[in-house]
């Protein structure tokens, strides 16, 4: 039992704020702005505003509710021990009802706002994330974030409903970008702190498959990355702006891929290969989808045709 079920401290703001899981919030606002200024069409500076805001608050509610449902694992690694219900600053009760207060507060403004169709996609997100992945996917199988990635790959589908009120192929293949992405970008992470997961008994891939199953895997979603990426531009829903960027941090992310897979690293090396590659995973995506909107941009200014 963690030590906010027994005594919890005075709660402060901050600790409801580290509920939402800033650092990744600020990636699943990017994505969803992104899909929202590339989309084709108007929309009011006022409205999409309010989509974006919804896509924030509607993510911080869903890891609200993943950090109260999985506090105690938490507490037993030493990555997340410090968080607010492990160390006791927060009732997880309290938790609770903050996450579902966000989530169902931003898809109510998200519908009445925006469009129910983005409401819609928006809810099943916090579904899938709190319910799907969270408490059914991650403590059961090794595929756990495979399946899961999904979760993250919707705001920019979000953000280009938003605006043309439809689902088309383009915010199927934004989805799908991310949806590849996500495990070799988690699973490098998970090389280097797989202990904390196998002590509180995750099954995640390095520690049920071993690291050597966990590396080749990451090279082949890397090479699957790079047509995926690079689509959008072939089936000519984006210009050379994005198609090149789309191929360059693609090729650079599988060249990143190929020593974590062959562990071509120094014994006296600070920074592992899965650590540079975890980083450079960040960077990749800011990079490609902020060249998603340079593109559009351009395309919409007659720079490109």
Not at 68 to 86: C, H, N, Q, V, Y
Not at 123 to 129: E, K, L, R, T
Not at 206 to 234: C, D, H, M, N
């Amino acid at each position: 039992m963690t030590q906010a079920a027994t005594t919890p401290l005075p709660a402060e703001w901050r600790d409801f704020f580290a509920l939402t899981k800033p650092r990744v919030m600020t990636l699943v606002i990017f994505t969803g702005l992104c899909g929202l200024l590339a989309a084709p069409g108007d929309i009011h500076p006022v409205i999409g505003f309010a989509a974006i805001l919804c896509i924030a608050v509607g993510a911080g509610g869903a890891a609200a509710l993943n950090m109260w449902w999985e506090a105690d694992l938490d507490s037993g690694m030493k990555r997340t021990a410090k968080r607010p219900i492990p160390m006791g600053r927060l009732d997880p009760k309290d938790a609770r009802d903050f996450g579902l207060m966000l989530s169902g507060m931003s898809v109510m403004i998200m519908g009445l706002a925006v469009s129910w169709l983005a409401a819609g996609i928006l809810a099943f997100s916090i579904f899938y994330y709190a319910v799907i992945y969270t408490i059914w996917l991650k403590p059961r199988t090794p595929q756990n974030i495979v399946i899961g990635g999904g979760a993250g790959a919707f705001p920019p589908m979000i953000g280009w409903v938003a605006v043309t009120g439809d689902i088309t192929a383009m915010p199927i293949l934004l989805f799908a970008i991310i949806f590849m992405w996500t495990p070799p970008h988690f699973w490098a992470l998970a090389l280097f702190v797989q202990t904390d997961y196998a002590k509180v008994g995750i099954p995640m891939m390095p520690v049920v498959k071993g690291e050597k199953s966990t590396r080749w895997q990451i090279l082949a979603y890397s090479v699957l990355l790079v047509p995926l990426a690079a689509a959008p531009w072939f089936i000519g829903e984006t210009g050379a702006i994005y198609g090149v960027a789309a191929l360059a941090l693609s090729l650079a992310f599988l060249a990143l891929s190929l020593p974590v897979a062959f562990r071509q690293s120094e014994a006296n090396d600070t920074m592992k290969p899965e650590k540079r590659l975890f980083a450079f995973s960040i960077v990749y995506l800011f990079a490609l989808f902020a060249a998603l909107v340079v593109d559009a941009v351009a395309r919409n200014q007659g720079i490109l045709a």
